[in-house]
């Protein structure tokens, strides 16, 4: 009973800041990932829980705590706070539509953008606004920006497109689905990609710390890596949007802690 009360204590954390989807909303599909990544990877049942946090401030409090040994995060959250949590990326998330991969465009007004310095005194406006190094030296990689160039966050990223058809110095920067998306806006003539990024992962699943056993952390990525070839898997990934899980595959430029 001990050590099944222990394991019980294992949390994986899912934080997607800026994307839509509610704390409530999340949990039973989080719950239900978590039951099949337990059963896949052989660990004891219910040794292994998950809370689903849609805000940066918020999920990073969740991954302080001692009982969370496994976040599931996007990869510009890990470019930010990988090194302050001691994050090593275990599996890759394999997105459906988009892959394991992807690539980031920064979109400005038609003809107003033609290289990094005719951005100076522009906001940046991104789901990923939050991490300031993924944008500048990831999804900008080659394209310098001025120094008094602001970055923010935000989730209303059709918002941010009317505002930089309208003319505003805003520039949106945004991942391959929401790129995709473009061409069916009535303004698209309204705006061009003027860069665009190498290709990046799209998420982690990753190890926080020394938290989990080495034995326990292999099995998990063995289940993991299988989950989306096995019977039934769909059930518990297609709802997040998941194909399965692929090794990671870091960035040349970026090191795990």
Do not use: N
């Not at 994986?12 to 059963?39: E, S």
């Not at 302080?64 to 959250?77: E, G, I, K």
Request: net charge negative.
């Amino acid at each position: 009973m001990i050590t099944l009360a222990a394991a019980a204590l294992s949390t994986l954390v899912f934080c997607a800041p800026g994307y839509p989807g509610a704390a409530g909303d999340a949990q039973p599909l989080v719950d239900q990932f978590a039951r099949a990544a337990v059963t896949a990877s052989g660990w004891p049942s219910g040794s292994l829980v998950a809370v689903y946090d849609p805000t940066e401030e918020g999920g990073l409090a969740k991954l302080r705590q001692a009982d969370a040994v496994l976040a599931f995060v996007p990869y510009p959250f890990f470019v930010q706070h990988a090194a302050e949590l001691h994050l090593t990326p275990l599996v890759q998330a394999d997105v459906a539509d988009t892959g394991p991969q992807q690539r980031w465009t920064l979109v400005a007004k038609s003809g107003r953008v033609t290289e990094p310095k005719s951005m100076a005194g522009f906001t940046i406006l991104s789901v990923a606004g939050y991490a300031p190094d993924f944008v500048r030296h990831d999804a900008l990689e080659g394209w310098t920006l001025p120094p008094d160039v602001k970055i923010e966050a935000t989730g209303q990223i059709l918002s941010a497109l009317r505002r930089v058809a309208a003319g505003e110095p805003v520039a949106a920067l945004l991942d391959q689905t929401q790129a995709a998306a473009l061409p069916s806006l009535p303004f698209a003539s309204e705006l061009k990609a003027v860069t665009q990024s190498p290709e990046l992962p799209v998420a982690f699943i990753a190890v926080v710390g020394s938290r989990l056993p080495k034995d326990r952390t292999r099995a998990l990525q063995t289940g993991l890596l299988e989950m989306g070839h096995a019977p039934g898997s769909a059930d518990s990934l297609g709802p997040l949007r998941l194909r399965g899980f692929v090794l990671p595959k870091l960035p040349s430029h970026t090191t795990a802690p």
